[in-house]
């Protein structure tokens, strides 16, 4: 839903879970989601794939990755933990319901 709001497009929002067989992204894009689930899964990131990441970007923009992607997995734990609910303004947003309106149908199959 919030991919939505600041505009990926519904296909990559889709496609997320499946983004290394994705064709909805770029490469630039995939090297990012690369870093950003080493990241987030083993701390640490191998000296190959920081060489690569830093072949593109700036320190500042691999920085930026890095405040974005922790402060995303902070924002989750502390919803998983609390179970809150989405506000009305966030739910009455057309990119939410469409979203919704996917997972309702999803979890029909």
């Given amino acids: 839903m919030l991919g939505r709001s600041v505009g990926l497009?519904?296909?990559k929002v889709e496609q997320l879970r499946k983004w290394r067989d994705s064709s909805v992204y770029s490469d630039k894009e995939r090297l990012?989601?690369?870093y950003t689930e080493a990241l987030v899964k083993d701390i640490r990131i191998s000296d190959?794939?920081?060489k690569r990441v830093a072949e593109i970007f700036t320190p500042k923009q691999i920085i930026d990755i890095c405040f974005t992607s922790g402060i995303s997995g902070?924002?989750?734990r502390i919803?998983?933990?609390f179970q809150t609910e989405v506000d009305e303004l966030t739910l009455n947003h057309k990119f939410v319901k469409e979203s919704q309106d996917?997972?309702?149908k999803n979890s029909n199959l």
Avoid: F, M
Wanted: aromatic residues 6%.
């Fill in 79 to 81: 919803h998983g933990t």
């Fill in 102 to 104: 996917a997972l309702k």
């Fill in 48 to 50: 190959d794939l920081y």
């Fill in 74 to 76: 902070i924002i989750n």
């Fill in 9 to 11: 497009s519904k296909e």
């Fill in 32 to 34: 990012i989601l690369e």
